[in-house]
């Protein structure tokens, strides 16, 4: 069975810092993807990048990137010049497809807080 | 704004009782998922349906079930409600089926008392 493990419940990171925010998963597929989903105070699920696993270069969206190591299942999210609209909680999501069908598993979340 | 709109936005309910969480999807979307947010579990997926059909099934329990009508919103029915039920569901829809992209609602708070 597919795990996605956020191992940082909470953190915590200085206006115009950078701060990278863990993930790792298991699975024995070859074929996949990752998310990294913020959910702000208003609960709303954003997807802030995703990542395909053939591809070996590392996903970027604009602040955003991420270190995809896909020989040690590990996929961080790195967020430069934080601001404080990034307070949020963070959801590392792993998609796959299988039978023509397909399904998320999401970790349990990394609150990131921003201080001024 | 994902284009997604879930409803009620709130529901508080007792143990026992069956309510029925509505979404409707971003024009265009044919597919459908629901999720669980619970403090314990994180979020969990439940259910995705396509184009009217069920297409995937997760951590969903025997108590719940949904349904995609033809003009593609959803469903989810929840029955024999428990305290445990408490949690934040979340609708999101995606163009395709499989798509790598889903649009979240807003999502329904329920409070089982």
């Known amino acids: 069975a597919q795990t996605v493990t956020q191992s940082q419940p909470e953190m915590s990171v200085q206006e115009a810092e950078t701060v990278t925010l863990s993930c790792t998963y298991d699975?024995?597929?070859?074929?996949?993807?990752l998310f990294w989903y913020k959910q702000p105070p208003s609960r709303q699920m954003i997807l802030v990048i995703r990542?395909?696993?053939?591809?070996?270069q590392n996903a970027t969206e604009n602040r955003f990137s991420v270190n995809f190591q896909k020989a040690a299942k590990s996929f961080s999210l790195k967020i430069s010049d934080s601001q404080l609209g990034d307070t949020a909680m963070y959801f590392c999501?792993?998609?796959?497809?299988?039978?023509?069908?397909?399904?998320?598993?999401f970790g349990t979340g990394t609150r990131l807080k921003v201080l001024a | 704004d994902s284009g997604v709109t879930q409803t009620p936005k709130h529901l508080i309910t007792a143990t026992g009782q069956r309510v029925t969480l509505r979404c409707s999807p971003r024009?265009?979307?044919?597919?459908v998922y629901w999720y669980q947010q619970s403090l314990d579990q994180g979020l969990q997926f439940l259910i995705q349906?396509?184009?009217?059909?069920?297409?995937a099934k997760g951590n969903i329990l025997e108590r719940f079930s949904a349904q995609q009508f033809p003009d593609l919103h959803s469903e989810l029915n929840l029955s024999s409600l428990e305290l445990g039920d408490s949690a934040l569901y979340f609708c999101a829809s995606s163009v395709g089926d499989p798509d790598t992209e889903a649009f979240f609602g807003q999502g329904t708070r329920l409070t089982v008392v």
């Open positions: 024009s265009g979307d044919l597919s």
């Open positions: 349906y396509y184009n009217g059909e069920e297409r």
């Open positions: 999501a792993f998609m796959m497809v299988t039978s023509g069908t397909y399904k998320y598993i």
């Open positions: 699975t024995s597929e070859s074929n996949y993807y």
């Open positions: 990542q395909e696993a053939y591809k070996q």
